[in-house]
């Protein structure tokens, strides 16, 4: 690798924190509108269901949400690459928050179910995913604003803050649907989350951080032509996070439809919070793993640990075991998370961060929209004990895509890339093209 050009100092790289380069303001905005995302796939079931009394019509809109987030939110990324995240967040939380308010109208008219499928993949297509932009908007702070020899450590440990805000917003996203549900009405979820999206993710779109995304005036951006986006090194990315999609709404589902036949059902918000504690706390502690212990690695043992917890979690037969259960997936959840950030972040093709960061956060609403109707489905039509192997088969996924990647870093020339290596050469391509990165 050659050694970047000395150039003059940057009169921007002064701060010594991602904090005080974001601004204190910048990590409450960006926490709080993560959660009309993480709100909208059980918040869309619960309205359907108790508006239309149709627990199939509303696990279609759970679906056609996740379509519709499948197909558009990459589109949403590749458009803030190339012409900033302001202008891109702004009109899609605006669509977005009257997409919400119209399914909660909706959903209630006279209006046939077409409408109201209709209403739904709107809501997904203009879903903003506030994660995957956050995370790319650190990644050029990181790259732009703090010193050297500080880029790969704060790299690490923001990953982990990201991942283990995305849980959060992920596991207790549901538990607020749930309250809102049950206290008020069924479409106050829909409602509050249009609330929330036209105050947090406009003053997120708004926040100054988002100038750091837009393309130089002076210089065109340059970007990867998008065939490097279908590279088996990031599909399998992709596919891990479709696999904690997966894994989110099984567990949810059949955690609930279990509950609900013991009588207990009350307390699945709460079974299901426990997973987000233990989460929370490993995707916080990643940045203090040994270097030596490198992401491909990473992915394989979390992933498996995954699998373990949810093998008990079909063999468990009461309340405690399922706490148990939910206590190890926590431990093994968070740092997969993590693990799959941080490789997008180091395998996303030039000026196209956005758009990787993008296609994870789709697959992950996919992964929980479609498991969640599918386990439904199952609850309903074979059984609870039925439903309740599917988690299993959902971190079998995320296994399996931990042990493709392993090998495609075997073959590849340069194996996993570290943390460090990659923060060098984008640093030395921010030396040699700043118009690029500014």
Known sequence: MSTPPQTAPN???????????AG?????IAFIARFPFAMMVVGTL???????????????NSALLGLGSALVGP???AAADRIGQRRVILLAGIANSLALLALAYVAFSPLPDIAVLAVGFVIGATSPQIGPFSRSRLVQLILTRLPAARRAKSLNATMGYESAADE???????VVVGLLATTMSPAAPMIGAAVLTLVFVTA?????????????????AVQAPAAELRTARVLVIVAGALG?????????????????????????GLVYGVMGVGSTILALSVALFPERFRLAARWLVFSSLMLASMIAFGLAGGLWGLIGAMAVAGIGIGPTVVTLYSLAAERSPQGRSATVMSMLGSATIVGQSAASALTGAVADSVGTEAAMWLPTAA???VVLAAVLNAVLGERSTGAVTPVEESVTAQATALAEHPAEHL
Do not use: C, K, M, N
Not at 168 to 174: K, Q, S
Not at 248 to 268: I, K, N, P, W, Y
């Open 395 to 397: 971190a079998g996924l």
């Open 46 to 60: 619960t309205l359907v269901v108790a508006a239309r009394d149709s627990i199939a019509l509303g696990g279609l």
């Open 168 to 174: 959060t917003a992920f596991v207790f996203g549901p």
């Open 204 to 220: 997120f779109a708004l926040h100054p951080t988002a100038a750091l995304s837009a393309p130089s005036t002076e210089e065109p």
């Open 244 to 268: 904690v999609g997966l894994f989110f709404g099984t567990v949810l589902t059949s955690l609930t439809a279990f509950l609900a036949g013991t009588g207990d059902s009350d307390s699945a």
């Open 11 to 21: 009169p921007q790289q002064t701060q010594t924190t991602l904090r005080a380069a």
């Open 75 to 77: 589109l949403l990324g």
């Open 24 to 28: 204190a303001t910048y990590f409450p």
